[in-house]
């Protein structure tokens, strides 16, 4: 089993790319490309040299850099049913699919709701999924192509994980995220402390990306749409999980 490395860079305003690095291989998988330079910059502080780029969806902060990424060493992998709208691709692929990547097996599965061919990357030997802007730290992407029936079930995907799994997911947008989730999950105690370890990392300067599925089980409003806590603070009780969801999706759009 190879031994694994995840590097979180930021990217841009609030993006982030990851790197996943072999030492045994040499091999470095990045995921997702949204700007050369800080991208460059972490490679070159480690010595690696980057053999795949992974793309979860077509959006132009997070295939911006593929071109000036790419070399004839460098396999890009995408989505199969979004090949129209991202770079060439050397690898298409779609749910269910199956991949060594780093030496390690990954599993494709479909993330979509944000756009329609989100994917989503699970590598298991580094105890991580890269979930982009479907799964979100304390959120989840805007519904700009799919509908709640659709992101609902990419999260159902998801939320079956292992709940040590690392959700490595495409922005900073925690902060706000823990601020609207109080407004329909104010009495949960795991939320109220989370939103302060959120609070002093980010005026520490640190990431809040990648999290851990058990504690966005805990504290995510979108994955406790379903909960009676959340159906009840938003005028739900009794009502179909996908509904629920459906309303706080809708209220975080209006937040």
Same mark, same amino acid.
């Given at each position: ?15 982030y790319?990851?790197?996943l ?8 998988a ?51 049913a ?16 199956? =991949? ?8 494709? =599965? ?40 659709? =992101?609902?079930?990419?999260?159902q ?8 799994t ?24 795991a ?22 599925l ?21 005028? =739900? ?6 509904d629920?969801?459906?309303?706080? @999706? @809708? ?5």
């Open positions: 089993m190879p031994q694994l490395e995840l590097v979180t860079i930021p990217c841009l305003s609030d993006n790319a990851f790197l690095h072999a030492s045994e291989t040499g091999q470095t990045l995921i997702d490309a949204p700007e050369a330079g800080p991208i460059e910059v972490a490679l070159s502080q480690r010595g690696w040299v980057l053999s795949d780029i992974f793309l979860t969806h077509h959006h132009a902060d997070h295939i911006g850099a593929v071109e000036a990424l790419r070399g004839p060493q460098v396999r890009v992998i995408g989505g199969r979004d090949t129209r709208r991202l770079p060439p691709l050397d690898l298409a692929v779609a749910h269910g699919d199956e =991949m060594t990547l780093c030496g390690a097996q990954a599993h494709v =599965m479909d993330a979509s709701g944000h756009t329609m061919g989100h994917i989503a990357l699970h590598v298991p030997e580094a105890n991580a999924v890269f979930t982009a802007d479907s799964l979100m730290a304390m959120g989840c992407g805007r519904l700009f192509e799919g509908d709640a029936p659709t =992101m609902w079930a990419t999260l995907r998801l939320s079956a994980l292992p709940p040590d690392r959700v490595c997911s495409g922005h900073e947008y925690t902060a706000a995220n823990a601020r609207f989730a109080l407004t329909v999950d104010q009495d949960n105690s939320l109220q402390a989370r939103v302060a370890r959120i609070e002093a990392a980010r005026a520490a300067g640190t990431p809040t990306v990648p999290s851990r058990d504690e966005e089980l805990a504290t995510n409003p979108f994955l406790r749409a379903a909960s009676d806590e959340v159906k009840g603070a938003i005028g =739900m009780a009794g009502a179909p999980d996908v629920a969801f459906a309303e706080v @999706r @809708r209220r975080k759009d209006a937040f």
